[in-house]
């Protein structure tokens, strides 16, 4: 039986998982690795199946604040990257800001927002906003400024202005870039979501981690990371769909084979 190269695509995801779970598995069986040290799949399954309510209360609270923040991150990105991208000046003015402010790690916001606003929901929608932001505003605004001179220039001769130019044609060609921001922010903003849970909450995958980390069940923590690593590849594969069915035009060229 043969298959072809779109189904081996689509299947060998979940055949290196499955590797990598069975040699996972074999190796925790075979050298006897003792569970609170590195637990084995089949060990995380059961964790996941025995405490699956209090997994899905942690998991429900994680996703709903984490989509918060991304929200939030979506209005401020696009807003803030058009703002840069339609202007080559404020384009070269703000963005070795925003790489500033990008390098510095997040996790050290956390204290700071707890004073502001309380241990709760608060430090974790914000940090998640924190370290998703960026690459929404990037590719926005890289999408703008990288606008060909060439077209610009027939579009004006043509009568159109400059508001035209960014809107009708700037940001449609934008798109690609938009969506590809988003599968690289959602992952961002669940890793900043779980790391303000972790010291700034007690509820969540986060706080779960911590819980479940001192009291050595290490299988309850694998747990809480297969889940929050399995709600950001629903997301990421979320947006691949979005973004194929709404910017075909930017894919034809990959298609067909």
């Not at 916001?109 to 606003?117: A, K, N, R, T, Y």
Request: glycine residues 8%.
């Amino acid at each position: 039986m043969k298959f072809s190269q779109k189904q081996m695509e689509r299947w060998s995801p979940w055949v290196l998982l499955a590797i990598v779970l069975l040699v996972w598995q074999f190796i925790c069986v075979a050298f006897d690795v003792p569970e609170y040290l590195f637990p084995s799949p089949s060990r995380i399954a059961q964790q996941m199946v025995e405490f699956h309510e209090e997994l899905t209360r942690h998991a429900w609270r994680t996703f709903w604040v984490t989509m918060v923040g991304f929200g939030i991150a979506i209005v401020v990105g696009v807003l803030l990257g058009f703002l840069i991208g339609s202007s080559r000046a404020a384009y070269a003015a703000v963005y070795p800001l925003m790489t500033a402010f990008n390098a510095l790690p997040k996790a050290a916001f956390i204290p700071i927002l707890v004073v502001w606003l309380g241990i709760g929901v608060g430090p974790a929608v914000l940090t998640a906003f924190l370290i998703s932001f960026f690459p929404i505003t990037v590719n926005i605004a890289t999408g703008l400024a990288t606008l060909e001179p060439e077209l610009e220039d027939v579009l004006r001769v043509l009568g159109a202005k400059r508001w035209d130019v960014l809107v009708k044609v700037g940001l449609p060609r934008s798109m690609p870039y938009f969506y590809g921001s988003l599968k690289v922010a959602i992952t961002l903003a669940f890793v900043g979501t779980t790391v303000s849970e972790m010291t700034a909450a007690n509820e969540g995958i986060g706080y779960l981690l911590i819980s479940a980390g001192s009291s050595m069940q290490m299988a309850l923590a694998f747990a809480g990371l297969v889940i929050v690593g399995a709600m950001a590849m629903v997301m990421y594969e979320l947006f691949s769909v979005i973004e194929k069915r709404t910017t075909a035009w930017a894919h034809r060229g990959s298609q067909g084979h």
